[in-house]
Structure formats: C-alpha cells, structure tokens
T-cell receptor
C-alpha cells in the first residue's frame, strides 16, 4: 500500500477561489509534508505537520491532519495564477529516518 | 545559501554512453538523496547518503552508480542506460537523519533522455 496517497485530482479553479486537496495514508506517521512542483521542476517544501498537530497555517496555506482517519488536507486560499502546480503530500511512516514516501499528486490549474 | 544545484539541466545520451549527473549543496546537510520522476508521477527514491555513506539503495539497477565525494557533493554515474530510464532526476538534501525530521530541499532536476 502506498503512503501519502492523496485522492487523484485535477483541479481547475478561477483566480481568487480556494483550492482544497486531500491526502490519505495507511500506517502511523511521524510527520506529513506537502510539496509543490512547478511544471517539470524541483519540488518546493510548503509545510510540515507533525503527528501531534491537528492544524497548521503558513501564509495562504492551511493544512489539517486527522490521524484517526489517516488523512490530511491542504487548503490554498485566494489562489493566484502562480499557484498552478502539482502538489504532493509525503510521509515518513513507511520507512522512517528521513525517507519520504510521496503520494500521487494533485494537479492544480488556476485560471487568471 | 539554501539552494541545491544540479548539472546539467538537460542530458541526451545513447545507450552505450557514460555520463554523470552532479548535485551540490552548501547548507551543511548531511543527508543527500537521488530521486527519479517520470511524467505525471511522484518522485521515486533511488539512493540515500548519510554522512557521505550510502545508507539506502532502493534496488536500483547497477547501471546507476551513486557517489558522494564529500558532504556537499553527490554524483550519479550513468552507464548503459535504457530508453525507459528517461526521466527527471532530482537531487535533494536535508539535515541529519535521526535528529528529528526535517524538510528536504530539492534541486531543479536533470531532464534525462536516453535514445
């Protein structure tokens, strides 16, 4: 089973709208992270939430973590065209020790 | 300096060629990683170096040979690759493993095409 497996979604939204994407995983985790990847480039770390945290904010990003449901969500508020990217969640549950397992990713397109 | 650099940005090679990918970071990170990413797929871990020693090899074929000359540099030597090895190769680094979990910093990647 794959860790950090978010619902395979392709979101297309208008600029200014909110974008929400989800991530589910199957075993216990220490941390869950979200990364952004612009078209064929490197990944950029967005936010890390620890297993004892339920919600975390960073600028226009809001991440929630529900360890009882083994799921996380990433909300981007007031989206901008520059938010167009693929978003991956990643967990360390399966391997541990700085070894990340990435989910399938969500493609978000923000239309100006 | 919070940047991971990778060279070259693009590489086209034949199946009989030998080439190398290079990665460099100056953040003092002691863990470095190689990932392979196919189009529209998540990154797949290939190798992990911890304190310049290979700590994880995800059953990668021997035609990929990693090397960590020092704590700032990571190479991936390529030999006798197959067309299916064409992908984006990403390097990443992070703080010491086992010292709490830290984010990974990724380079921009090398787009590899094997003809």
């Amino acid at each position: 089973s794959q860790q950090g497996e978010e619902d395979p979604q392709a979101l297309s939204i208008q600029e200014g709208e909110n974008a929400t994407m989800n991530c589910s995983y199957k075993t216990s985790i220490n941390n869950l992270q979200w990364y952004r990847q612009n078209s064929g480039r490197g990944l950029v770390h967005l936010i890390l939430i620890r297993s004892n945290e339920r919600e975390k904010h960073s600028g226009r990003l809001r991440v929630t973590l529900d360890t009882s449901k083994k799921s996380s969500s990433l909300l981007i508020t007031a989206s901008r065209a520059a938010d167009t990217a693929s978003y991956f969640c990643a967990t360390d549950a399966r391997y541990g020790n700085n070894r990340l397992a990435f989910g399938k990713g969500n493609q978000v397109v923000v239309i100006p | 300096d919070t940047e991971v650099t990778q060279t070259p940005k693009h590489l086209v090679m034949g199946m009989t060629n030998k080439k190398s990918l290079k990665c460099e970071q100056h953040m003092g990170h002691r863990a470095m990683y190689w990932y392979k990413q196919k189009a529209k797929k998540p990154p797949e871990l290939m190798f992990v170096y911890s304190y310049e020693k290979l700590s994880i090899n995800e059953s990668v074929p021997s035609r990929f040979s990693p090397e960590c000359p020092n704590s700032s540099l990571l190479n991936l030597h390529l030999h006798a690759l197959q067309p299916e090895d064409s992908a984006l190769y990403l390097c990443a680094s992070s703080h010491e493993p086992g010292q709490g979990f830290y984010e990974q910093f990724f380079g921009p990647g090398t787009r590899l095409t094997v003809l």
